[in-house]
């Protein structure tokens, strides 16, 4: 059965901290990983990573897939209060427009 | 500015009466799809459309349906709400299957009495 889980479920720092949320996957036919931060609507697209040990990178957030080790790291460096949300890891399975989501990590981040 | 739209934001229903919920864009996409979404948890696929093509998830009741008249927009019917289908609604779309970027609009949050 095919699963993504992230880790922590959830995440409280304060403002100028660094932090790093995993997201496992154990897929088949996998195609890619997306990244989403979720606020109090609807998710909106951070990453999209296909390739091995490239990282990408926008501002404070970056990002980097390891399949060999089927999982992906999102950093977030020098938090602000505006980085709190529910970031949310989703893996694209070739062959298909399905998106298999992990459950989230709720990043809280305090002044 | 292009944008997925989502009517209405808020819905209140009572248990057992139909309701339908509106996704309309403005990106000209070919594929449109309806998340739900409870708390705490990852948004799940309902069904999508690809173009006319119908694509129903396997574990989606029947409880569920969805029509699309035109290209742009897409709808969203419970035929009989439960208590246990209150949740966020997302609409999301994407301008062919195999792209990976989907754009979601802001969601319907439904309540069932």
């Known amino acids: 059965e095919d699963k993504v889980v992230q880790s922590p479920l959830s995440l409280v720092v304060h403002e100028g901290d660094t932090v790093t949320l995993n997201c496992s996957y154990e897929?088949?036919?996998?195609?890619?990983l997306l990244w989403y931060k979720q606020e109090k609507k609807a998710p909106t697209f951070l990453f999209m990573l296909t390739s091995s040990g490239i990282e990408k990178k926008s501002g404070r957030l970056s990002s980097i897939l390891d399949k060999k080790e089927l999982f992906s790291i999102l950093n977030i460096t020098a938090t602000q209060t505006g980085d709190s949300a529910v970031y949310l890891c989703a893996v694209e399975k070739s062959n298909t427009d399905k998106l298999i989501f992990g459950t989230g990590t709720r990043l809280q981040v305090f002044p | 500015d292009a944008m997925v739209i989502q009517n209405p934001r808020y819905q209140v229903t009572q248990f057992g009466k139909p309701v339908t919920l509106s996704c309309s864009q403005t990106?000209?996409?070919?594929?449109m799809y309806w998340y739900q979404q409870k708390s705490s948890q990852a948004p799940k696929l309902l069904f999508h459309y690809y173009d006319k093509d119908f694509n129903n998830e396997a574990d989606t009741p029947d409880n569920f349906q969805s029509r699309r008249p035109n290209t742009s927009f897409c709808f969203l019917d419970i035929r009989s709400p439960g208590l246990g289908d209150a949740a966020m609604y997302l609409c999301?779309?994407?301008?062919?299957?195999?792209?990976?970027?989907?754009?979601f609009g802001p969601g319907t949050r439904l309540t069932v009495l």
């Open positions: 999301a779309t994407s301008r062919d299957p195999w792209d990976n970027e989907q754009f």
């Open positions: 990106l000209n996409h070919n594929v």
């Open positions: 897929v088949t036919n996998f195609r890619s």
